[in-house]
Structure formats: C-alpha cells, structure tokens
C-alpha cells in the first residue's frame, strides 16, 4: 500500500526567503501526522502548497497517485483532501447547515443538493452541532465557529483532512472537546495532517511527528523520538551557545 | 525574593473573542532581572503588553510599587515609570536618532532631567552618539535595538520591560546587548524581559517565568530551572 500523500523535494522561496527548502515526507493511510516547528518554519506555507494556494517551485506533492502540484484549491478539494484553516471564515450570513452544505458540494463526490444535506448532517453530528444547525455563522461563538470549520472541511467527505491550528484560542474544556471529535473523525478513517502549537495535545494525538525549522525537515519520528532529539531542543530552548559566551565574558 | 516592584495576579487577556492568557501571576523583584520564557504562542508579547497596557487585562491585577495600575492608560504607566520596549523596535524609523531618544523623554517625569538622561544613554550606547543625526531607518538591526532600549531608558524608567530584543542580531551583537543589561540592572533597574532563546534567559535572569499555552508552566531560580526537564515539556509537550 503507497502513502496517501508523499512531498517529494517540495521548494518555495519568496525572494531569499526559504519558506519551504526540499521537503520531503509521507502521511501513511489512516495515520495522524503532526507538523510543528518554530515561528516561521513554513508550516502554513507547506499546507497552502499540498492545498494548491501556492504552486511550488519544485518538487512532487502526489496524493493518492496523483501529482498535484500546482493544480488550484478547488480540483484538489475535489480529489478528497480538505483543510480547517487556522483564522476560521465562515459564511457569515448562512447556517450551520448551508455552511456545511457547501462545504459537501465542492468537496470529494460533487453531490447534488439533497445529498450534501445527508453529508452536512453527519459532519455536523460528529462535530457536536447539533443543536447549533439553524444558527447562522456570525453568531457563532470562536469555539463554536472552529468547529463548523472542521464539520465544513468534514462535509466534502475527504480523504485526507489538512488541520491548521484548530485547538488555538480554546480554553481548556473546548480543547478537549475538539479532540475528541478530531479522533472520531481519525475512527473514520480520515487520514490527518495537523498543524498545533498546544504541544501537549498534538504530541498525545499524532502517531507520527515531522519537525520543520526554517522551511527544512528537521526531523521524523514517534512523539516520544522527536521530543527528545537534541536538534529538535534546540530549535525550540535556542542555540546554547551564546549564553555560554555571554557567561565567559561576564 | 526581594520586595516586588510589580505584581500581576491571575491575569488573562487576548484579542476579540480569542483568550491568549489564562491567569498567569508574577513578580517582578526590584533591581532584579526577570525572565519570561517560552515557546511561540504561550503568550509571552500579550503579557508584556497587558502589563504595559497597550492592550486592556480582561481579569485579573497587576500592582506597581504597591498600587492598583490594572486598567491606567499607558501615558500614565509611562509617568509611573514603565517602558516597553517592544518587539521589532517600533522606532520612529524616518526620525533622526536623536528624535527617537528625545520623544523617549515625552513625559513630564523624564523631562526633568533630559540633558542628564541623554548622557547617560549614550555611555551606556557610545554608538548611538556617533549617530545623533542619523535617521533611525538607516541604522543597523543592531543599532535600531540599541536605539529602542536607549529610547526605553530616556523615559527614566522604574521598570523596562523588553520583548524580545535578540531577534534576527548577530551573535556577537546580542552577547553585547545582554552584557548591557547586566550592567544596567547592577546600576539598580528593575528589568522584565520575553527572550526567545532558554538559555540566554536564564544565564542573565534572577528568576524566570516558563509560560506555556497561556499559563505558567513553571517557574523558579534559573540554575533550578536549567536542571530540571520542566522546560522541554513546556516547549515540547513531553
């Protein structure tokens, strides 16, 4: 069985800045794959190059077989790879539902109307918004809005799920609310890439972690490996180095 | 600990509907260098700037030399005696240096002595006074930091507090600025500072925060710190 998406020596530079420097890595089916790094290692960069915002300027993004780099937002929907965006918009002036409906309509298996409410139902069932469906967007609450943001991305019946930063703003119930609907959607056997800063919860979620730093792969592992490379410490504490020097000249 | 020059209890703040600290408590101990550490997104700018008030706290207090200053406006503070010294320098960057150093003193307490002050800045920044008529854009990264701490010590401060002033410096540069910092705190400045590198923070502090998720992670004296593992899990999760 082949990775369910493989990057192959994927670059983008804007101007001198290295945003993301020959990286290379796959999500195995059914898998949780966490990506971190600090500030400005390229994470969102690399979710908008595997979601089509930014074409790359080399490298191979295959998902499920096919290459598709550079192919628009829209079609790579269509081939069942989905995100939740970090700042969530929803459609303000519509429901939940219709916000999901749509999502269900441009997503994996292009339904026809009735169909998508089928689809918009289940996804809102398993992002516990029920009781919310009639609610329009804007009245949302943010943790509320966060979730219509994965029932959204969820409706398009995907194949892969691209999470960015969906845990960021919440307090500690809704935190741990929204993992459990992250890991009923993985029961589903949606494959998931994520983006969290809240380490704790990304650590405990991913099977697998790939660290980026200054848009290069830094490392790949276990949780329990990568927490403990010393490159990855490093990337994260600082350079030891100056502190030495400063403590020698003082 | 020395008596504390600031105190802030269970304070949380964010922006619009997202909550960034979830009751986070310190001190600042007066003549003492304190450190705020940790990773991108635990919170460390939202609290320099709920305590400096260029945001407003939600909840919580913070307590300068034994006084309420939760909800003063940030003119005030600066009479009081706070200066930030803000990530990214926000200087004045198509005004001279001088200029710079000058608006620094826009108070009345640091008009006061403004002669006295500007002397003073520029022994500690000798640089910044072979540079008087430079337009501050023009300066190297270096010296820009140079001119915004200079500019935070012109509004004669109780207590400068300093985001993150080694970003994007060269090594030796940043050895420089902290030697600097050293040399001010021993001269009695009370010093708040969010420094992005572990252990730069904890060779220079008396006492450091460790902030994670919006909370204090843990916190202590900072060879008591460097020993334990607290502060990989705080960065790392585990």
Redesign the interface.
């Known amino acids: 069985m082949t990775a369910l998406l493989e990057l192959d020596g994927v670059r983008k530079w804007f101007g001198g800045l290295h945003a993301v420097d020959d990286v290379s890595f796959a999500v195995e089916r059914g898998e949780i794959l966490g990506l971190i790094g600090?500030?400005g290692a390229g994470k969102t960069t690399l979710f908008n190059l595997i979601n089509g915002v930014y074409t790359p300027d080399a490298g191979r993004i295959v998902f499920d077989g096919t290459d598709i780099a550079g192919e628009k937002p829209y079609r790579i929907a269509r081939h069942g790879l989905a995100r939740a965006h970090q700042i969530v918009q929803p459609l303000a002036n519509m429901t939940v539902l219709e916000n999901c409906m749509v999502g269900a309509c441009f997503g994996r298996e292009n339904l026809p109307l009735a169909r998508a409410h089928e689809a918009a139902l289940e996804a809102i069932a398993i992002a516990g918004l029920e009781d919310r469906r009639a609610t329009l967007a804007m009245h949302l609450?943010?943790a509320a809005k966060k979730r219509l943001e994965l029932a959204r991305a969820l409706a398009g019946r995907p194949w892969l799920l691209l999470l960015d930063e969906v845990l960021?703003?919440l307090?500690?119930t809704e935190v741990e609310h929204m993992i459990g609907i992250i890991g009923r959607i993985r029961a589903r056997g949606v494959t998931i890439l994520m983006i969290e800063?809240?380490?704790?919860?990304?650590?405990?979620l991913s099977d697998r972690i790939v660290v980026l730093d200054f848009g290069e792969k830094l490392a790949e592992g276990l949780?329990?490996e990568?927490?403990r490379d010393p490159l990855?410490?490093e990337a994260?504490?600082?350079?030891?180095?100056?502190?030495?020097?400063?403590?020698r000249?003082? | 600990m020395p008596d504390a020059l600031l105190q802030v209890e269970a304070l949380e703040a964010g922006y619009g509907e997202v909550q960034v600290l979830w009751g986070v408590s310190l001190n600042a101990g007066s003549g003492q260098l304190t450190a705020i550490v940790g990773a991108n997104g635990a919170g460390k700018t939202t609290m320099l700037r709920a305590i400096a008030g260029t945001i407003a706290p939600w909840r919580g207090r913070v307590t300068f030399q034994g006084k309420d200053v939760t909800r003063l406006p940030t003119n005030v503070k600066s009479a009081r005696g706070f200066a930030l010294v803000p990530e990214g320098r926000q200087l004045f960057s198509a005004m001279t240096v001088d200029e710079n150093l000058e608006l620094g003193a826009f108070s009345k307490r640091a008009a006061r002595n403004y002669s006295q002050r500007l002397d003073q800045a520029f022994s500690v920044f000798p640089r910044l006074a072979e540079r008087r008529r430079q337009i501050a854009g023009t300066l190297s990264g270096g010296e820009q930091q140079m001119l915004a701490l200079a500019r935070g010590l012109m509004s004669d401060p109780e207590i400068l507090i300093i985001d993150e002033m080694s970003l994007g410096l060269a090594p030796v540069l940043v050895c420089q600025l902290f030697m600097t910092l050293k040399t001010l705190k021993e001269a009695g400045l009370t010093i708040l500072l969010v420094e992005q590198n572990v252990h730069l923070a904890l060779a220079v502090s008396d006492y450091a925060y460790v902030l994670a998720e919006g909370r204090v992670f843990t916190e202590g004296l900072p060879a008591v710190l460097a020993a334990k593992p607290e502060i990989r899990r705080a960065y790392l999760g585990m």
């Open positions: 600090p500030n609450t943010i960021a703003g307090n500690p800063h809240l380490m704790q919860a990304i650590m405990s949780p329990s990568v927490s990855v410490i994260y504490l600082g350079d030891p180095k100056l502190a030495a020097e400063l403590q000249g003082s």
